[in-house]
């Protein structure tokens, strides 16, 4: 059995980074071709589309996740680390109200000036912190969350282990955590030497890997889920995909 690869050089984790940012900004590029933006404005107002556009995998974790239906109706602080251009905390908030919600990504500037997305709305309205720190270096207090959500972050860090300490430390006692998560076996690591977003998913990791961190001594579990391949998000790449919530012990 090959070992994880957790942690990789500043520069990897750079061209990893590069290779990402660069991804968003074609895809957004492409969404605002042909006056785009001013139809899906108009097409929301008509209420055929939703206000936001643009999304990443982010229904299939929700669903997943069980519509996030054991997340508390009010939370104090909450944090999305890793939330891309369109978040998955957004999915929440039919039913979940943020007092103060930080929204953490090393690219959040780029994805802050993306049209029609939470992230933009939300910064523009000042209704969340931006911040851009990477997660191994994130600042915030120990035991401060109510909420924290890394979904599909990991692969692309620079540092893993890091990640998940500071996460676990973030987290209030009684506070929920939420990972989703791709895992990448020996098989998948030949079928991914090819892929063409090599570049951008350095971090490959299995399944036993996060025992140190989720095992039952740190969190109870409210969903614990090792999806087979057949199942998974992505089963050509990935052996299996981590569906993980779960409460912080005292
Ligand atoms: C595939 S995107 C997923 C975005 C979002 N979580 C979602 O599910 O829509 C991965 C994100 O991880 C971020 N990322 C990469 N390295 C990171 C790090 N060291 N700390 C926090 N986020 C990182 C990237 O900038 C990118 O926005």
Redesign the pocket.
Known sequence: MAANIESVSKDR?KE??KW??SY?ASVQTARARFGKNWMWRLLHLVGAVPKYRG????QW?RQRFDNYSFVPERIHNAI?????????VRLMLDRTRFDHLVL?????RT?AGFKLTFVSDMYRSMNCTIDD????E?PFASDYFELA?????LD????ARA?MDTLARIVKPGGILII?QDLTDDADLDYLKDDAGAT?HPIKLRHEWFTEWLGPQRFDPIIFKVLPRAEGRAPDAHYATLIFAGRKRG
């Open positions: 984790w990893a980074q990402e940012c968003w999304e990443d995998w982010n974790w999305e680390v890793g939330c891309g251009p369109y978040t998955n953490s990504d090393p690219l959040i994805y720190h990477p997660l191994e994130l959500v890394k979904i599909n972050v692309h860090v620079r540092d990640c989703g951008g």
